[in-house]
């Protein structure tokens, strides 16, 4: 699953943290973008997946709601690649596949921010998030956050990993935003240019 380089990019980037099956989020989210020279939506549409009938209703309506729009990109995460697991010739599960799960962002300031809904091991390098699974994975390592381990050599990272039902937390050089699914949880939206982080937004 290769993942999107983008070089010399300019402008501002809206994260979407996963909205699993609150599509009245959308509405809110398409609106946010108008504002933004490119949003990813970081995984987690899919989920939950039990009910099939109920997911191809919602990928129908992200379909004509929210994927139609040039702006808005997709970035699959983990619960999306079990779902393509479960059911390898669906429709959807080669939708996924067709998408990244590592986004790069080389701003032309030389600045580098990368979105998965993962996270890095130690062994891991710029190079091997090109076409790697196994990142979107990644959420504590030996027990404690991905997060820990990692310090900034290759980037600033926006990850939903490890999922949990807090506030988004800053570490040094990442962020964890992602809500694991459960009754209260939230979505939030990160605003992030060549300068690094700006605004976060409760959806």
Known sequence: MPALV????????????????KIEKIERIVDLAKNYNLTVINGGAFYPYADLNAVEKRFEYLQNN??????????????????????????ISKWIHSKSNVIILNFKNQSTTIITGGGMTPKMNKASLIDNLETSFVSNIDGIP?????YGKYGYIISNNPLTLDEPKLY???????????DNFQVYAQEVTSLGLKKTILI
């Not at 983008?6 to 099956?21: A, Q, R, T």
């Not at 699959?76 to 429709?91: N, V």
């Not at 991905?146 to 990692?150: I, R």
């Not at 040094?172 to 459960?182: A, L």
């Open 172 to 182: 040094p050089f990442s962020m964890q935003m992602g809500n694991k699914y459960e």
């Open 146 to 150: 991905w997060h820990n381990k990692y």
């Open 66 to 91: 929210l994927f139609n729009n040039s702006k808005i990109i997709y970035n699959t995460g983990q619960y999306d690649l079990l779902f393509a697991k479960q059911y390898p010739d669906h429709a």
């Open 6 to 21: 983008f070089n010399k990019f300019e402008g501002k980037i809206l994260v979407i943290s996963p909205f699993y099956d």
